[in-house]
């Protein structure tokens, strides 16, 4: 049976309740109620506040490029980025180019500074001011990490999965003045917003909600008694759902009546294939009967942990972080007794960039990368294209 290290802060087994924490649900229960009242009085607030910083409508006005939102209603591991890097490589291959616009959450260097990623793409209207390309702010960036993981540390650990497949970002708090800046740099013909379901202060031409298909609304409870940031019934405010993590075109039926009428469609994330250190892709097939050691920083470790063992690893024990967590040597150190001799360790795309340049320069560390399958893709894509949703 495969051994499970948790190495979870504090403040993480507060919000789970685990152990001596369970005491505080009742504290917790209330404070969901204080954050109840606040979502009513924020919604009748930003009520019709959504501003978009482009005039006309898709289509009406050239230059004018379609907002798409992606988000959720949980906090963390609902697929937003390979869903965002799906549609975004999708409208590639049709001859558009989205920009993503992104918080940059994650981010420790740089935090609070707008920064452009222009993963080889031309900036298009100047250089101008107000804002650091990616490789100046590394550049300034006085940190002893590897570059991988300066780079994470600086720029936010989903942001390199853009990076490395080539979608442009633009990382800025305010959503609103980083789609100004995306379309004045790319002129692209759609922008992509992050995680930003949650987000009233720029209008969206689509807005896509990722729901999980075995349990769409987690526990059913508003945070920080739950995972929820949002009710259920904000669901009908989505203009698209997609299931994710489905094993059956099947809506579950507590999620019936939200997305009656809505266009809906099934996700799973499949494995694609291995890096290795020099960042050359290997085969799948090379974790068939490989003794290892898993770990990773991401909000649903089981997902990633069922995902190695589907593909024939044997693991040896399997270490647990936080999400987005920062690696440091004490953590490789208590990894590494677990692997003994000859065993590979592997982990998350974004964990392999902040965590591989830690490991002796003997150690195996793979990174099992992953992409999402949409049902029904081609559909989608063609509707994020006329925007006529």
């Not at 650091?132 to 780079?151: C, G, K, V």
């Not at 497949?165 to 790319?186: E, M, N, S, Y």
């Amino acid at each position: 049976m495969m051994k499970i290290v948790e190495r979870y802060p504090v403040r993480l087994r507060i919000f789970e309740g685990a152990g001596v924490w369970a005491l505080l649900y009742p504290v917790r229960l209330a404070l969901a109620g204080v954050y109840r009242l606040w979502l009513a009085a924020a919604r009748e607030r930003r009520a019709g506040s959504g501003v978009s910083p482009f005039s006309g409508s898709p289509g009406s006005v050239p230059g004018r490029p379609v907002v798409v939102s992606v988000g959720n209603l949980e906090v963390g591991g609902g697929g937003k980025t390979p869903c965002a890097i799906r549609i975004a490589r999708g409208l590639i291959e049709l001859g558009g180019l989205p920009v993503v616009v992104s918080r940059g959450y994650g981010r420790v260097a740089g935090r609070g500074r707008t920064c452009v990623v222009p993963a080889g793409r031309e900036l298009r209207g100047g250089s101008g001011g107000g804002f650091l390309i990616d490789e100046e702010l590394l550049a300034s960036s006085s940190s002893t990490l590897d570059p991988l993981a300066r780079a994470a540390e600086a720029l936010g650990d989903e942001i390199l999965l853009y990076r490395e497949r080539g979608i442009p970002v633009v990382i800025d708090p305010d959503r609103t003045r980083g789609a100004a800046l995306a379309k004045r740099l790319f002129s692209p013909s759609h922008i992509i917003l992050d995680d930003a379901f949650q987000n009233r202060s720029i209008r969206k031409d689509v807005d896509i909600l990722l729901l999980d298909a075995e349990m769409p609304y987690g526990n059913g409870r508003l945070l920080p008694a739950g995972t929820l940031r949002e009710r259920p019934p904000a669901t009908r405010r989505a203009d698209a759902i997609i299931f994710t993590r489905a094993r059956a075109r099947r809506v579950p039926g507590e999620a019936e009546r939200y997305v009656r009428g809505k266009r809906v469609f099934f996700a799973s994330h499949e494995p694609v294939d291995l890096l290795d250190r020099t960042r050359k892709p290997r085969s799948l097939l090379h974790l068939e009967g490989r003794e290892c050691v898993l770990f990773s920083g991401i909000a649903r470790p089981r997902v990633f942990e069922e995902m190695a063992l589907s593909l024939g690893a044997r693991p040896r024990a399997a270490f647990r972080f936080a999400d987005h967590h920062r690696y440091g040597p004490a953590d490789v150190h208590s990894m590494l007794p677990e692997g003994g001799g000859g065993a590979s360790y592997v982990t998350t795309e974004k964990d392999w960039a902040k965590a591989q340049g830690l490991f002796p320069l003997d150690a195996e560390v793979l990174a099992l990368r992953i992409e999402m399958r949409i049902e029904g893709f081609e559909e989608l894509l063609a509707l994020l294209a006329s925007s006529s949703f």
